[in-house]
């Protein structure tokens, strides 16, 4: 041993010790990240659920989307619904159908407000629209509507109500609902199959378009019933919220049904961050004028 050198001491190197840190730092960071998305399953870009579905993606939604009836609305969010309308009407699937359901795999991914939506703008465009509330187990049309839910289908099935007394206008000219209606405690299996069938056709007299928002198809019998006796069933799925094998699921319950599956509607994309979706917004949409003049957006 021997006494160092004050003019040359060997530690701390402070330039080598934060070059060091800053390197493991951003190393550890990326590979974070990259071990973070390998352990996500769940549903994250449109070409992955059409290749793992084997099923097309009919609309996508945006974030941030508020009920029509909200004064927050943006109008912009219309566009997304009116692709969808678009891709129902000319989808080969349906064939002229009217009667559609509006099913998810799991709770909280969205199928209630994307079924309103869908009936406002469908209204809006000229369609004689009904939404029904077929969800009995968790109703929320009554709470969009801002609307008493003392009478509905509930009420129909039961035999206490006609249809006719059931059904409520809104506030939209071509667009009536059916709310689900207070169900007594221990009042279950209302829905079967025959009064089901007639409840359909006596619908199809009189309106152009009938949506059914449905309770979600996993775990539920009464999805299990809407969904075959309807012309065409739209999957809603929430984007980056449950594992595929959810999704993956539900549309083996819906073909085990015999029920058409027109197609997937993914709900709550972000379309800053998922540029994969970018097309899909209103506000990206630019058309060319004049020579000179800048693209307007739609």
Not at 192 to 201: C, N, Q
Request: a negative charge; glycine letters at 8%; aromatic letters at 8%.
């Amino acid at each position: 041993a021997h006494a160092p050198d004050e003019d040359d001491p060997d530690s701390p190197n402070f330039l080598l010790n934060i070059i060091v840190s800053i390197v493991l730092g951003m190393g550890a960071g990326v590979g974070l990240a990259f071990f973070v998305e390998y352990l996500d399953t769940s549903v994250k870009t449109l070409d992955e659920v059409e290749r793992r579905l084997g099923t097309s993606v009919i609309g996508v939604i945006p974030q941030k989307v508020k009920p029509f009836t909200d004064p927050g609305a943006d109008p912009a969010h219309g566009e997304a619904y009116r692709m969808l309308r678009t891709n129902i009407q000319f989808s080969r699937k349906v064939q002229g159908g009217k009667t559609f359901c509006l099913t998810s795999g799991s709770v909280g991914e969205g199928k209630s407000l994307t079924a309103f939506n869908l009936a406002w703008v469908s209204a809006q465009l000229g369609d004689r629209v009904l939404l029904v509330d077929a969800d009995l187990h968790r109703p929320r049309q009554h709470k969009i509507l801002k609307l008493s839910n003392s009478r509905g289908l509930a009420d129909v099935l039961m035999g206490d109500l006609s249809l006719e007394e059931a059904v409520a206008a809104t506030s939209m000219a071509n667009m009536d609902v059916l709310l689900s209606g207070r169900v007594a405690p221990g009042a279950h299996g209302l829905l079967d199959t025959r009064r089901l069938k007639e409840l359909v056709e006596a619908l199809r007299q009189s309106y152009d378009m009938i949506l059914f928002d449905a309770p979600p198809v996993i775990g539920v019998s009464d999805a299990s019933l809407i969904v075959r006796e309807v012309d065409g069933v739209i999957l809603v799925v929430q984007h980056r919220k449950y594992p595929f094998s959810v999704s993956l699921r539900a549309k083996a319950i819906i073909d085990n049904l015999g029920a058409n599956l027109v197609g997937v509607v993914l709900n709550n994309i972000n379309v800053s961050r998922d540029y994969s979706y970018y097309y899909y917004h209103h506000h990206y949409y630019s058309y060319p004028q004049a020579k000179g003049d800048e693209g307007k957006k739609a």
